[in-house]
Structure formats: structure tokens, C-alpha cells
């Protein structure tokens, strides 16, 4: 079975902070693909970053960047300068590249001013 | 990047009739799209994969007979609600990817409410 696990309900940052988000995934498939998504209160989803497995090269995309790790199967996400915008959904999902996505449940990532 | 528009954004329906919502790709080309249902404060839930010229592929536990989908074209793929009930009242939302592997573009979302 494939699965997504967002252990952090809630989590809450100082604007200008570093927050790290976590997901842990199980697959046994060799080839995929690893994402992060931020929904906002409008719930329209944003790719916020992605990263192949094939990969070894951490994804960076200005002030996110990912922590991957194959062999633990964890895909954590890191967001640098938080800025009030940045507070939304967050969900971590995985394609086996058939493109269907499986999601983890969410982090609610409340920024503080 | 790509654009995905969903129709309509919001609607209400009485207990029992039949709902359908669009979901279209505006510039690109979609051989496969993705309808998702999300309750509030859950995560997005895979309902079927849309195939353009074929059937579409079912999660399990989701009622292929109650949840229609049509995929006619290669940028268009409706959801029909057949005989729709409170408890389908939900957010449905549809995505599409460019690319094997690629990021998913997602529609807006359609808020559905049951009475």
C-alpha cells in the first residue's frame, strides 16, 4: 500500500523564522515522485515544490527547499524567512508517476507576526 | 504554467436530483485527469482517473454508478453526482498533468451542497 504521513497537525511559526515541516511516505516502488502543495483559505492548490526519486540532489525553490531521504522514506520541507503569506494547508503527496496523487493528511502552518 | 478552470465554483441542489461539474484543461492537452473530493479540514481523496476515450479507473469504495464521469475530450472531463444526497455534499476538485511525472494543475474547486 502507498501511503503519506503527515505527523504535524498544527504548526506554528515567528515571521522571518525557519520551520520545517514533516512527511514520511512508504512505497515499494524504485521510481517516483515526491511533492509539497499549499492550499490557502481559497483551497486552490499551489505546487510549492517537487522532487524525483532518481534524484539525490535536494529540490530548492527560493525560500523552500526539501530534506530528501530515500532510504528513511522522508520528504520533509523547509521554509526560510516565513512570511505571513506562506500560512496555509500544507499537504505532501506522492505519484508512483502515473500522475494519480496520494496525499498525507495536512499541516496547518500558522505564521506569527 | 498550465491552467485548469472547474464549473460551476458553487452549487446548491435539492436532495435527489443530479449534479454535473466540468473540469477543463485551457491550454494544454489532457489524456488523463484526476477528480479528488476534500471534506472540511481532511485531505484530498482520489475518487477516479478520468481517461480520455476510455472508461474511468475507480478508487475503491467510490460508487462508479453515483459518481459519472465522461472524459469527451482531450480538455474536457465531467463529474456527474447521480441522485445526490446530504452526505455528498463536499469539495470536489480536478486536476490534470501536462507531462508523465509533472506537477498536477488543479481546478479551482466546486463546493456542492445537498438539501
Known amino acids: 500500500a502507498q501511503t503519506v504521513t503527515q505527523s504535524q497537525p498544527e504548526m506554528s511559526v515567528q515571521e522571518a523564522e525557519t520551520v520545517t515541516l514533516s512527511c514520511t511516505y512508504d512505497?515499494?516502488?524504485?521510481?517516483?515522485?515526491l511533492f509539497w502543495y499549499k492550499q490557502p483559505p481559497s483551497r486552490q492548490m499551489i505546487l510549492v515544490i517537487r522532487?524525483?526519486?532518481?534524484?539525490?540532489q535536494n529540490a530548492t525553490e527560493n525560500r523552500f527547499s526539501v530534506n530528501f531521504q530515500k532510504a528513511a522514506k522522508s520528504f520533509s520541507l523547509k521554509i526560510s524567512d516565513s512570511q505571513l503569506g506562506d500560512a496555509a494547508m500544507y499537504f505532501c503527496?506522492?505519484?508512483?508517476?502515473?500522475?494519480?496523487?496520494?496525499f498525507g493528511t495536512g499541516t496547518r502552518l500558522t505564521v506569527i507576526p | 504554467g498550465a491552467v485548469v478552470s472547474q464549473h460551476p465554483s458553487w452549487v446548491i441542489c435539492k436532495s435527489g436530483t443530479s449534479v454535473k461539474i466540468e473540469c477543463r484543461s485551457l491550454?494544454?492537452?489532457?489524456?488523463?485527469m484526476f477528480w479528488y473530493r476534500q471534506f472540511p479540514k481532511q485531505s484530498l481523496m482520489l475518487m477516479a482517473t478520468?481517461?480520455?476515450?476510455?472508461?474511468?479507473?475507480?478508487e475503491q469504495g467510490v460508487e462508479k454508478d453515483k459518481f459519472l464521469i465522461n472524459h469527451a475530450s482531450l480538455t474536457l472531463s465531467t463529474l456527474t453526482v447521480t441522485s445526490a444526497h446530504p452526505e455528498d455534499s463536499s469539495f470536489y476538485i480536478c486536476?490534470?498533468?501536462?507531462?508523465?511525472?509533472?506537477?498536477?494543475?488543479f481546478g479551482p474547486g466546486t463546493r456542492l451542497l445537498v438539501l
Open positions: 491550454d494544454f492537452q489532457a489524456t488523463t
Open positions: 486536476s490534470a498533468p501536462k507531462r508523465r511525472g509533472e506537477t498536477q494543475y
Open positions: 503527496a506522492y505519484t508512483p508517476g502515473a500522475n494519480n496523487l496520494f
Open positions: 522532487q524525483e526519486a532518481y534524484k539525490q
Open positions: 512505497t515499494s516502488e524504485s521510481d517516483y515522485y
Open positions: 478520468s481517461n480520455e476515450g476510455s472508461k474511468a479507473t475507480y
